[in-house]
């Protein structure tokens, strides 16, 4: 299979990409290392069966060639309110990852007949700038 991840240079991409070449797949990476760490996937460069594409999912993607699936784990993160690298201190990337990236990885999808998945954590409260308990947290991961 041929599978285009954005978030491949992150904790969960960087991972997901490994098994998956690990498995015969062939992966095409985008990330814009907004929080992604180019070490994470520097194994995997070389292999034959992953090529990073360096993109902000936030824009139009486009991939001249057939896959089977879209997998969009590219979003900041971590709630951590101290780290610039949070999401609650990257808060309009965190929104366009989550809305721009998901037309647009669905759009790739729809294009070229591949089925697309986003892994969401939901995390929703009433009481706004309030961080919920990880026990509290609502995972939902979409597929069309
Ligand atoms: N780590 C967890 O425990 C966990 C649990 C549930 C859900 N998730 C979700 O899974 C996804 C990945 O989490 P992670 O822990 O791997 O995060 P991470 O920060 O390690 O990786 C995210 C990757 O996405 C990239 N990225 C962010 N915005 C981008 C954009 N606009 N265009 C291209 N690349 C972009 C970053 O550079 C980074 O490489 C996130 O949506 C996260 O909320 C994570």
């Given at each position: 299979m041929r599978v285009a991840l954005t978030g491949a240079a992150g904790f969960l991409g960087s991972h997901l990409a490994d098994r998956l070449i690990q498995e015969g797949h062939e992966v095409i990476g985008l990330d814009n290392f907004v929080t992604g760490d180019e070490a994470n996937i520097a194994h995997l460069l070389?292999?034959?069966a992953f090529r990073l594409i360096r993109q902000d999912v936030s824009t139009y993607i486009d991939i001249p060639e057939s896959l089977d699936y879209v997998l969009h784990f590219a979003s900041p993160a971590s709630?951590?309110?101290?780290?610039?690298?949070?999401y609650p201190n990257l808060p309009i990337q965190t929104l366009k990852a989550g809305a721009l990236g998901t037309l647009n990885t669905l759009g790739l999808a729809k294009a070229l007949g591949a089925t697309a998945t986003r892994l969401v954590p939901v995390r929703y409260t009433t009481k706004p700038n309030v961080l919920l308990k990880r026990s509290q947290w609502h995972i939902c991961a979409f597929i069309t």
């Open positions: 070389d292999s034959g709630p951590n309110p101290a780290s610039p690298f949070g």
